[in-house]
């Protein structure tokens, strides 16, 4: 066993047109009827593929939250605020806590190089393509998706399947089935690793008085802001949170205009799994199906996009008939992606003649942004709440959540149980039509 520690930074078809050996008038006729068919093809497809005259033109409108005239005004002083006095953290805590995970760091990294099957000592688990090297020279880097047979080529179907099956980087690791072992360590190792890159950029940036000065406590999006919560311990004096529990559900049902109650975690796991009391990776599957079908996967791109929220493989079949439910019980998202989706539909030209392909990455990007535009509008609305009811605290916020570092003596003593009835005031008014409840929302206080 390496006890060495390195932490480091189808072949196609024959070509058209081959020619045919044979007599001059069997060639013109079966010229004459080759051409024939092929008009009558492109023009039934050309009748399946008609959309509206807008489809393909242009990008559609989505409903847009009512914003209060002086909406820009007020974010702008509040982050002006935020970035002039700062988030105050504990200098000796936040290097002592570092040290701690640097120390798990180096354990993880033992318990992953003793699994030497795959692994070697000279791999760096902080390099994809040194780690992507690793399972190819072990003939480890294979999926489990089913290839596409010629027919599907030729057919241009299964292309989702291609989509899914590829493996670009740490987050696609999960679908090496046959080395789940050694995977699961390279993921613990990695995801310390980020962690404590994270930890790190705190450090360097933080002022000689103490405080973190960085517009991304204004707006701070994607993993960094699941990443700061790791180092909230850190923070100096009271602090609490307030965040939506399920953002991307509020924010679509209210884009959808769907009527009928969100799902409960608790309540979907008891009806797919079976289970009464649901562990932690039971309810982060059970979300990963809900926001999948939120944002209009499905088949293949479901499993892709489910498995790379739980690290691991789930049968397509069964997240397909999950998927099929929810379309059910929640028509109104159903119908938006359905008529959303023909506005992606592009010509594309060919050599037998012009037809529509649907845009996925272009409908997928729409969708994203729709969702982080709205998601980002939901934290700033609260953070402007929080401001207002409690004047002086410094707000800091994330996609679905704000921080905030109490600074009177009115925010201390203000009951934190009831931060929620002033939030949902300004979100109800935002976004109308939407209720909101308490259920909704959890209020955490930091112990300074």
């Excluded at 690793?193 to 707006?219: I, K, Q, T, W, Y």
């Amino acid at each position: 066993m390496n006890e060495t520690q390195i932490i480091t930074t189808t072949y196609g078809f024959p070509p058209e047109g081959a020619e045919v050996f044979m007599p001059g008038s069997e060639k013109k006729a079966l010229a004459a009827a080759s051409r024939e068919a092929s008009e009558r093809e492109m023009a039934y497809i050309n009748f399946l593929n008609r959309t509206n005259a807008a489809a393909g033109t242009k990008t559609p409108a989505l409903r847009e939250p009512v914003l209060p005239i002086d909406f820009v005004r007020c974010i702008d002083t509040l982050d002006e605020r935020l970035c002039a006095n700062g988030i105050a953290v504990l200098r000796e805590q936040l290097v002592s806590l570092g040290r701690e995970r640097f120390q798990e760091l180096l354990a993880t990294d033992r318990s992953a190089r003793s699994l030497q099957r795959v692994v070697r000592s000279h791999t760096d688990f902080t390099s994809w393509p040194s780690v992507k090297y690793a399972f190819a020279a072990a003939n480890a880097l294979v999926t489990q998706v089913p290839r596409r047979k010629i027919a599907e080529q030729a057919a241009g179907a299964g292309v989702d399947r291609d989509e899914a099956s590829k493996i670009g980087g740490f987050p696609d690791l999960w679908k090496v089935s046959s080395e789940q072992a050694t995977t699961a360590n390279v993921y613990a190792f990695h995801d310390l690793f980020v962690r404590l890159l994270f930890g790190m950029s705190l450090l360097e940036r933080l002022s000689p008085d103490g405080r973190l000065r960085n517009f991304f406590f204004a707006g701070g999006k994607g993993e960094k802001g699941d990443y700061f919560r790791d180092w909230l311990s850190v923070l100096d004096g009271p602090h609490f949170t307030v965040a939506v529990v399920d953002p991307l559900g509020l924010v679509f049902a209210w884009l959808c205009g769907e009527k009928t109650a969100l799902p409960k975690p608790a309540e979907l796991t008891n009806k797919w799994l079976g289970v009464r009391v649901p562990s932690t990776k039971d309810i982060w599957l059970v979300q990963a199906v809900w926001h999948g079908f939120l944002l209009g996967y499905s088949s293949w791109a479901l499993w892709d996009y489910v498995g790379r929220a739980i690290r691991k493989a789930t049968d397509v079949e069964l997240l397909e008939t999950w998927r099929k439910e929810l379309a059910k019980r929640y028509p109104a998202i159903t119908a938006f992606h359905d008529v959303l989706s023909g506005y992606f539909c592009k010509d594309v030209q060919s050599g037998k003649g012009a037809y529509r392909q649907f845009d996925d990455t272009g409908y997928r990007a729409f969708i994203d942004h729709a969702a982080r535009k709205l998601s980002r509008c939901l934290s700033a609305l609260m953070a402007l709440a929080l401001e207002e009811v409690l004047p002086g605290t410094i707000v800091a916020r994330f996609s679905g959540w704000v921080l905030c570092e109490v600074n009177s003596e009115k925010a201390k003593n203000f009951p934190k149980n009831f931060l929620p009835e002033f939030v949902m005031d300004r979100l109800e008014a935002a976004f109308p039509g939407q209720r909101f409840y308490f259920n909704q929302f959890k209020v955490e206080e930091l112990a300074p």
